[in-house]
């Protein structure tokens, strides 16, 4: 990964992840110390919340499909590393969030 191209995107639109029962398991130490990273590195990058969060749900049985799936994260990160939220300790903040999520598009384990 380290010579890896960025891209613009956390997941892909068109993606559907699902159980992939007939797909080629991975490591799932691997998987699950990836995903542990990426669920670290949301509080201050709320960008990738979706699809970390999606990309955990397959942590007990983890196929190729979805260690693309995080690699591509890891390719989003390269792109945008710069990106981030800064709580500054000496201003009091309000701090406004909206979001706009698929649930609807969502397949369920």
Not at 55 to 80: D, G, T
Request: proline residues 4%; positive net charge.
């Amino acid at each position: 990964m380290s010579n890896a191209k960025g891209i613009g995107t956390p997941m892909s639109s068109s993606l559907k992840l699902d159980k992939d029962e007939k797909g080629k398991t991975v490591d799932e130490k691997t998987y699950r110390g990836m995903i542990g990273s990426l669920l670290y590195l949301t509080a201050s990058r709320p960008d990738i919340m979706f699809a970390v969060c999606l990309c955990a749900r397959f942590q007990p049985c983890p196929k190729e499909s979805h260690l693309i799936a995080v690699k591509r994260i890891l390719r989003y990160l390269i792109s945008s590393y710069d990106y981030g939220l800064w709580y500054s300790t000496q201003s009091c903040f309000d701090l406004i969030v909206s979001t706009d999520a698929d649930y609807s598009g969502c397949n369920r384990m």
